[in-house]
């Protein structure tokens, strides 16, 4: 009788030993041609969800838009309050339209 048997319940399963040191193999790749089936393509009329497409800035759109000539036009920050110390041509300068740097187009188109 072994040891783990004749130490009763404590011992744990009643499995021979060779039992707990078994490991699961992985196929072996040199093995054969692998069994790889492909996915149908997706058709319009499959009841699988589409691939939803991202949304545009919100505040994007409201704060840029384009001019005929390619360029994307914005307004200045910091004419709305706060401005009393200012003098009346930076207030008036602030007024105006600026356009978007390089940074900004490449986020915006």
Do not use: C, D
């Not at 039992?19 to 997706?42: D, Q």
């Not at 949304?55 to 920050?77: D, E, I, M, V």
């Not at 007024?95 to 915006?108: D, F, L």
Request: glycine share 10%; no cysteine; charged share 15%.
């Amino acid at each position: 009788m072994s040891l783990l048997r004749s130490l009763g319940p404590l011992a744990g399963p009643s499995r021979p030993t060779h039992a707990l040191l078994s490991f699961t193999t992985m196929p072996n790749a040199l093995a054969g041609p692998s069994r790889v089936t492909r996915l149908p393509a997706a058709s319009p009329f499959s009841s699988s969800a589409p691939v939803e497409k991202l949304k545009s800035h919100s505040g994007t759109k409201k704060r840029f838009s384009p001019t005929a000539s390619g360029l994307w036009k914005r307004g200045q920050a910091g004419k709305q309050h706060l401005n009393t110390g200012f003098s009346a041509s930076r207030i008036n300068r602030l007024g105006k339209i600026a356009y978007a740097t390089k940074t900004q187009v490449s986020e915006v188109g």
